[in-house]
């Protein structure tokens, strides 16, 4: 499981929102030939351009290769989030949030009527790392409230969401907290994901830090490759605390090599033209390493 991988699949809208430049546009030139070197088609970026304004992501100017996307305000804060959990997991993996030994519940009963709610609540509550223990009932190992009441009030649901916390969970026989987490969150699953993104991740910090010059469409390639990569493997990891997992965790490995990537990229695209993960990314590392005294 260790070892390095080439090949990266990078859904069609992870490449146009990794290409946001710092000004909020995607310059149509980069977004065709950055697509071209993943193997996609000009036909297969241009739907997912069509969709992506139709549902009012991004504004279309120009034609052709000379035409850019602008950004809508939507779609720049919705980045902000993930780079919230991105930060925390990396305060985690410096030391810099130990557990408190409370367990977060959400629990919600919406009828049949309010089944779209329903489901996008569900959603939501495993996005941001609950698992279920039963029914509408699900518990979480971080502060997750704030974001659960969020879109409890985007879906018409508040009403019906109760929120508590307990430093007492018990599931039949279970009550060590190590021994809940393996139970309710697929925790291996979660590790080959990361075991992948250290593959994924070796190899292209190696020619970041090669003195070989690369162009700029082969920074922008290896820069979606990341982000598409690290994308994967947080989307379903809870961020459960170090303590609660096997150590040692390949999370922290696989994200102190993606650091050092997003590093070397920002050291070599430096200006207002390059992406704002590049920046987003370096700057959220930067954090991390300066709170753990690196």
Known sequence: MSGETDHVEVPTRVLVHALIREDGTVRADELYTVANTLGMSDQQVRLCVKRLVAEGRFIHRGRGRKAELHATEDTTLALAPNADFLRYAFQQD????????????????????????????????????????QGGLYVCANAWEPYVEEAAHRLGAHGSLTLLTTTDLRQGDAREAAELARLLWPLQEIAE?????????????????????????????????????????????????????????????????????????????????????????????????RRAGR
Do not use: K
């Open 193 to 289: 994901r990361y075991h992948r993104l250290s593959g994924i991740a070796r190899p292209r910090l190696a020619r970041l830090t090669d003195p070989a010059g690369l162009s700029r469409a082969a920074l922008l390639t290896i820069a979606v490759e990341l982000a598409a990569e690290l994308t994967r493997a947080m989307e379903p990891d809870p961020l459960l605390p170090p303590q609660l997992l096997p150590q040692p965790w390949p999370g922290t490995h696989a994200r102190e090599l993606v650091a050092r990537c997003w590093a070397a990229l920002h050291e070599r695209e430096p200006g207002e033209a390059r992406p704002t993960l590049f920046r987003l990314y370096a700057d959220i590392t930067r954090e991390a390493a």
């Open 94 to 133: 410096g030391g810099l949030a130990p557990w408190d030994g409370v367990w977060h519940l959400a629990a919600f009963a919406l009828p049949e009527s309010a089944r779209t709610a329903r489901d996008a609540l569900r959603e939501t509550l495993v996005h941001l790392g609950g698992a279920q223990l």
